[in-house]
């Protein structure tokens, strides 16, 4: 299926900072002087995955031209992508069904009403930007001011922008870092989406971590796992969190947090 030119830009942008990531000893090339630019030259890694280096210059300078699921493998062996770094090619390469620009995101009452019945364990249901789109009261707590004044709550924003964050997230470099992978997966999909762009904007003129990081190109998938959190009253505690995604809305996932109880021998 065609692709649109942001999202062209976005796959020429991915390929160039996973090419520039790999040296040329790490797949068997002989050294060969001195180079202007890290990493693997694009004829090197045309070489690696089969394919001609004049079309694969054609990919990363962003021409509207369509690559096939063959070349696209190729290109993710050559490149030593993990499965959430393929997935995200093969979606900025548009091979997944294209999807309109999404309105606003909302929850049926029913759905919105699961975090109350949770209290008092921590809870909330975010979209696919971060959007918080329900929450009890624990998770107000858990995560103090993730509901701005001005009405907003985004666990993105909360992450980098609100200062409260850094206290409050003992691992915070480690988990600011995976939500922004995370970010830049869900906004692989929805390219032209401006709740995306506007949220992205936002955190790359708020944040220096994110202007730093976001060219990287890290991408994630959401999952479960653990965090240390420093509680008010009770000091540092260790949580497990749980994300279940909405079976009508597959983007938006419930979180739940418990106390970590290790497992008895």
């Known amino acids: 299926m065609p692709t649109q030119p942001n999202q062209r830009r976005e796959l020429a942008a991915f390929l160039r900072s996973r090419r520039e990531r790999i040296t040329p000893d790490q797949v068997g090339l002989p050294p060969s002087g001195r180079r202007r630019t890290p990493g693997l030259r694009r004829e090197e890694l045309a070489l690696l995955a089969g394919i001609s280096a004049t079309w694969y210059t054609y990919l990363e300078q962003g021409r509207d031209i369509r ?16 499965r959430h770094e393929r997935g995200h090619l093969f979606r900025l390469a548009g091979h997944v069904p294209a999807v309109d ?73 480690s988990e600011a870092r995976g939500l922004l992978a995370r970010l830049r997966t869900l906004a692989g999909r929805h390219p032209d989406d401006p709740r995306y762009t506007r949220l992205i904007d936002e955190l790359n003129a708020g944040s220096p971590e994110v202007r730093a990081w976001w ?20 000091g540092i505690v260790d949580f497990a969190y749980t994300a279940f995604h909405l079976a009508e809305q597959p983007e938006q996932t419930l979180v739940i947090y418990s106390e970590h109880q290790e497992s008895a021998e």
């Open 67 to 82: 690559a096939s699921d063959q070349v696209l493998g190729a290109l993710a062996s050559a490149l030593r992508l993990d």
């Open 101 to 173: 620009i999404e309105v606003p995101e909302s929850l049926a009452a029913e759905v919105a009403a699961v975090p109350l019945l949770l209290q008092p364990h921590p809870a909330y249901i975010i979209g696919g930007n971060y959007d918080v789109l329900s929450h009890n009261q624990a998770a107000v707590d858990l995560f103090p001011h993730l509901t701005a004044a001005d009405g907003r709550a985004n666990f993105a924003r909360w992450t980098f922008l609100e200062p409260a964050a850094r206290d409050v997230l003992v691992d915070w470099e």
């Open 215 to 234: 060219p990287q190109y890290d991408v994630q998938d959401r999952h479960g796992g653990r965090k240390r959190l420093r509680c008010r009253e009770r």
